[in-house]
């Protein structure tokens, strides 16, 4: 699967660089890679038009729930910086930003989406809400101080993500994501 064709190379990042223009910090390097590219497990769990959250869930065989690190408003736009964690163990199993557009959702899922413990792909799952998920590229970036703490990793690392699209049955965006995956050597977490 490649990525969808004319998305600006600076778009790939966002909404990722605005969490580091934030905290005054350069992103670390990043590419974009075909999906052929990126090498297994990352394959596997990046390189599809299904929600991140059942793949992470179904790979990991537990529930998932989020951390905010950090959030923005502004009208409709509700914008945050995630962990996502394995239910029980608190494990990171992705480190995420997105960009949602709450009036686009019905009331019961923007209690949910604001309520900020359930992952956005629990959210669509429980409120039946139709959509399509489109990436639009994928990453390949190296690890820096603020991805290693989020992820609770040591030492370098290259890492894997994809930038991703969720669309509603009228085609307009109802969020535009940045996933990027921990180490994982064999299905299990490395650190």
């Known amino acids: 699967m490649s990525a969808e064709a004319n998305i600006p190379h600076a778009l ?25 590219d990126v090498p297994e497990p990352y394959k596997t769990l990046l390189v599809h038009r299904d929600d991140m959250t059942p793949t992470l869930e179904k790979f990991h065989k537990g529930s998932i729930h989020l951390r905010v690190l950090g959030r923005r408003q502004n009208d409709n736009e509700y914008s945050r910086e995630v962990v996502l964690l394995l239910n029980g163990a608190n494990t990171p199993v ?10 686009r959702f019905p009331a019961a899922a923007r209690t949910l989406i604001l309520g900020e413990y359930r992952p956005l792909g629990t ?12 990436p639009k590229g994928f990453l390949k ?32 965006p109802l969020a535009e994501i940045v ?3 921990p180490p994982v050597v064999q299905g299990v977490l490395r650190e």
């Open 12 to 36: 790939m990042i966002q909404p990722l660089d605005e969490l580091y223009a934030a905290a005054g910090q350069p992103l670390p390097p990043w590419q974009v890679i075909n999906g052929e």
């Open 94 to 103: 992705e480190f995420g930003a997105i960009k949602i557009y709450l009036d």
């Open 123 to 134: 959210i669509l799952r429980e409120c039946a809400i139709a959509h399509t998920s489109r």
């Open 141 to 172: 970036l190296a690890s820096d101080r603020l991805i290693a703490e989020v992820l609770g990793i040591s030492g370098a690392h290259m890492l894997y993500g994809r930038r991703n699209t969720l669309f509603d049955t009228e085609e307009r």
């Open 179 to 181: 996933e990027i995956l």
